[in-house]
């Protein structure tokens, strides 16, 4: 068994392995008849909401950048033209980013049956050590802003949503963002419009 | 299946070889098992599986005709490179890494062609039950589907004495676990290669 063990197959090896890019759309919206798309210029990582006042957190300029304009570059090359939120744009384009820390702990502990004296006791401290992996996730979000009006809560439902998801390193490697960008576009080509 | 009972399984078999391996009649078998997937599992992996272990133990009830049963583990593995799944209006990109434990119990009638022959062929029919286990790991998660199927497994196999103790084994078996249950709901099958030493 312990021999079985010691074969037993690896599996990932580099952080890499787990990025995973995740799209669904809207398979009734007519995307080809579309043509014009707003997006903001800046990315927001966090919203804090104080006392009914929203704050909204944003990605530093050097790296938010990078990844809007892997986003325009995408959208632009499956025919889109990219116009400002007040030009009556068909669809608009809303990235976020976000992340979030799972923490998990091994322990052990030793116990005892004093025969002698009686009872059970427990041998403290336990020892115990702790882990944690940060998963980092990029979503980008279509919606068309003329379907409000068909919404009792005047709100447009996404047309299209990509997920990007993977586990953040101490070393900020904007690439796999925009790779994770290029695939969410790459495997969605019903969004080409005319 | 848990460790545990993989444990049991093994003790209780080097238990009846350990207890009775002086007498004639038995024919315990330890192999290295290298299995090739066929159909659904094929499908899911291609690469052929070099961790395998089977037990195999018999015991004779005429000149040439023995019953016994079986235990095998036989551990398929495959790492796909980067690809995109989609399932209706999902797609989803990433690497998988792709496992399945095959576990077979089987009890087994086996006819011995040349008993009394240094070289000894034979066939062997054993009927039982399969464990399988598939996991499927992408991203952090792991996607489990088990099952535990009703089994065939045809064997062919031949073993040449080298001592009235011990022989030298070697087999093909075919294992088809048929369809079960609507979770891994397809028949698991394979062959696989199993060289080994017999102890009398």
């Known amino acids: ?194 | 299946m848990p460790s545990a009972m993989k444990r049991i399984i093994i003790l209780a078999l080097l238990g009846i070889c350990a207890g009775t391996s002086l007498l004639a009649q038995n024919n315990f078998v330890v192999s290295y098992s290298i299995a090739m997937p066929t159909g659904d599992l094929n499908t899911f992996i291609g690469k052929t599986s070099f961790r395998g272990i089977a037990f195999d133990y018999r015991y004779t009830v005429r000149d040439n005709i023995a019953i016994g049963f079986s235990a095998a583990m036989n551990t398929f593995y495959e790492s796909k490179d980067r690809d995109t799944y989609t399932v209706d209006n999902i797609s989803l990109t990433g690497k998988q890494y792709r496992y399945s434990n095959n576990i077979p119990l089987l009890a087994t009638a086996t006819y011995f062609l040349s008993p009394e022959e240094p070289l000894k062929p034979f066939v062997s029919l054993g009927i039982g039950t399969l464990y399988s286990r598939r996991n499927t790991d992408m991203n952090l998660y792991t996607i489990q589907l088990e099952a535990w199927n009703f089994a065939l497994q045809p064997e062919i196999g031949v073993q040449y004495e080298l001592s009235d103790m011990t022989a030298i084994h070697l087999s093909l078996k075919y294992m088809h676990g048929f369809q079960a249950g609507n979770e891994l709901n397809s028949a698991q099958s394979y062959f696989s290669l199993n060289v080994g030493f017999a102890f009398f």
């Open chain 1, 1 to 194: 068994m312990v021999l079985l063990g010691a074969c037993y197959p690896n599996g990932p090896e580099y952080v890499e392995d787990a990025d995973v890019v995740a799209t669904s759309y809207d398979v009734k919206y007519d995307f080809k008849s579309q043509s014009t798309f707003a997006m903001p210029d800046q990315i927001v990582v966090d919203v804090e909401i104080e006392q009914g006042d929203t704050t909204y957190e944003y990605m530093a300029p050097k790296f938010a950048t990078v990844i809007l304009d892997a986003i325009q570059k995408d959208m632009e090359s499956l025919g889109w033209e990219r116009v400002d939120i007040d030009e009556d744009p068909d669809v608009l384009l809303t990235p976020a980013a976000m992340s979030s820390t799972t923490y998990f702990y091994t322990y052990w502990y030793d116990w005892w049956y004093g025969g002698w004296y009686g009872g059970w006791g427990w041998y403290y401290p336990p020892y115990y050590t702790v882990g944690s992996y940060t998963a980092g996730t990029m979503l980008l979000v279509l919606a068309d802003p003329s379907q409000a009006s068909e919404s009792p809560i005047n709100r447009s439902q996404a047309i299209w949503v990509a997920a990007a998801n993977g586990l953040l390193t101490g070393y900020y490697d904007i690439s796999r963002v925009t790779d994770a960008v290029h695939q969410a576009f790459k495997q969605s080509p019903y969004l080409k419009t005319n």
